[in-house]
């Protein structure tokens, strides 16, 4: 084991503060990198809160890890000392069940092993993320990262970044299609530059007026605010369909209602409240709601090589470490546009 310097909390809801804790030894199959960069996901602050039940403590987060491998076990082919990579989400999985054989890690029958706040199936205790000085992966979840120009905003595309390109490409977003994003922040804003390079059409609802021209910037050839009647009425009928990207209490039918027959809106948002649907929302046109999560590991490769090609990064402001809780107040409050990177350089 090695000891290593990291970023967590003892305490739900806590600051976090520095921390020491260990990654496992070198294992043949295992790919050792430096942590460059991690984003801060929404998951990151709900974990933190205990949002989504009682966390492993200490708890260091971080799922959007970015590095440069320093180390390869004796087994692993594919990545050398040098070389960029990513690991997002996932580290693991039963790898027998069908879902994972479909290359669909993401819905393994047995459960996957997170990145961050999961049962540590190989080392025991829990696993850490990636608001540390260095992170150990098997092989086959690490990533190959391209070399982006802004680097550092490329990070949120491990997680943000295939959370909305597994659904575009799962429900065939394209020439010819007319594409609704619901919701303009860290993962909306990187579907409508997804979508747009895919070559579909792209209406973004949202409820905020100054976002309005700001998806409009972001390559969406219409923006609706939702409050507007009017425009709403304008779009029934019109939409393939629609990715719903928000986090908080919201009515689905009036979304349902703007799609063609067939249509599906897709939830990658996870508001806390349910979502309640009106029969008649789906009966009409044969309508649906649906919901994607994240993506496997192929497809999140995919991704990569996709943005790198078409020039896609996220927004947002890159901060060092030490401002982590600085990052999160701000990120809890809606005080960015549209995501955090840590720079990890400091430890």
Partial sequence: ???????????????????????????????????LYCGICHSDLHSIKGDFGEPFLPLVPGHEILGRVTAIGADVKDFQVGELVGVGCIVGSCGHCDSCHEGLEQFCDEGVTFSFNSADKISGGQTFGGFSKTYVCEDKYVLHMPAFDNLPMAAPLLCAGITVYSPLRHWQAGPGKHIGVLGIGGLGHLAVRIAKAMGAEVTVFTTSPSKVNDAKRLGADHAILSSDTDAMKQMRGKIDFIIDTVSAGHDVNSYLNLLRHDGSVVVVGLPNEPLQVAAYAVVRGRHSLSGSNIGGIAETQEMLDFCYKH?????????????????????????????????????
């Fill in 1 to 35: 084991m090695k000891q290593v310097k990291a970023y967590g909390t003892k305490a739900i809801n806590a600051p976090l503060e520095e921390l020491t804790i260990s990654r496992r030894s070198l294992r043949p199959s295992d790919v050792e990198f430096e942590v």
């Fill in 311 to 347: 020039g896609i990064v996220a927004e947002g402001e890159v901060l060092p470490i030490s401002r982590v809780n600085e990052a999160l107040d701000r990120l809890e409050r809606g005080d960015i546009r549209y995501r955090f990177v840590l720079d990890l350089k400091e430890l």
